[in-house]
């Protein structure tokens, strides 16, 4: 089953730009994150994830923004129910070719992260990856993650402040093989426009994000901005040269 939410008028032209820019992008992000997946830098996105979440029992788990699928596969494959959603059709069907491909129970739909359509109280986790930079709308989209998640429930937001990093800037210390060395230089300033058009670029990140969270109802609030140093190495082309945190917040 397909859905896509009615977007805001005054960010849907936005929005579609971001659509192109991920679906010109989604082919070789597919194949990234596939070895990614199945690298040390995978295992030890799974270790984080695992670190954060109750165990012992099956979870029911959404994926939001979840590109081809990587944290969604990673999760089913430990036993949990989980639902991929991203904006970008092109990623989802990817994320769906490759589900196949692993005999793997997750499902993707395409579906708008501000305004995801499922019923209030579904899932026992929401889970996010370099997503929230790319929102105009975030206290909506906080918001509605809180209101699918059950009473209890924990939302995992690994982020980073890209909105005060340069897309184009000097890329030369990056291995040679990884995605920024490799783009063309068109694709790296509608990174950077469409950068400057959302107002989270302007923030300073995690603690706009907490206050945010606090505002809207979210309560064990926590912050880790050590992340970065346990999950990548520099000679990797996973390798994310922008500092990541995790914020940790759950529903009362």
């Not at 032209?13 to 192109?20: F, G, M, P, T, W």
């Not at 670190?51 to 944290?71: A, E, H, N, W, Y």
């Not at 069907?93 to 305004?115: K, P, V």
Request: with cysteine; charged share 25%; glycine share 6%.
């Amino acid at each position: 089953m397909e859905y896509r939410e009615t977007l805001h008028p005054e960010s849907g032209e936005l929005k579609n730009r971001i659509v192109n820019y991920w679906t010109k992008r989604s082919h070789d992000f597919s194949q990234l994150r596939q070895r990614e997946q199945s690298s040390e830098t995978g295992r030890a996105w799974l270790e984080e994830i695992k670190r954060q979440l109750p165990s012992g029992r099956k979870l029911k788990i959404l994926d939001v923004g979840c590109g081809t699928g990587m944290f969604s596969l990673m999760m089913a494959a430990e036993g949990h129910d989980t639902t991929g959603i991203d904006l970008t059709e092109h990623m989802v069907l990817h994320a769906r070719e490759i589900a196949e491909d692993q005999h793997s129970s997750a499902q993707f739909f395409c579906m708008d992260a501000e305004n995801p359509a499922f019923s209030d109280n579904t899932f026992d986790a929401v889970i996010t990856r370099n997503l929230t930079w790319t929102l105009p709308h975030v206290e909506q989209a906080y918001a509605q993650w809180l209101r699918v998640l059950k009473k209890g429930g924990i939302l995992l937001n690994f982020d980073a402040d890209y909105g005060h990093d340069s897309c184009d800037q000097d890329n030369s210390e990056l291995p040679p093989e990884h995605a920024h060395r490799t783009m063309a230089k068109e694709m790296l300033q509608e990174c950077e426009s469409i950068k400057k058009k959302l107002d989270i670029s302007q923030q300073i990140r995690p603690a706009w994000d907490i206050r945010l969270l606090k505002k809207v109802g979210y309560t064990n609030i926590t912050s880790d901005i050590g992340i970065s140093g346990r999950i990548y190495w520099k000679d990797t082309e996973f390798y994310n040269p922008t500092p990541m945190f995790l914020i940790r917040a759950e529903k009362p």
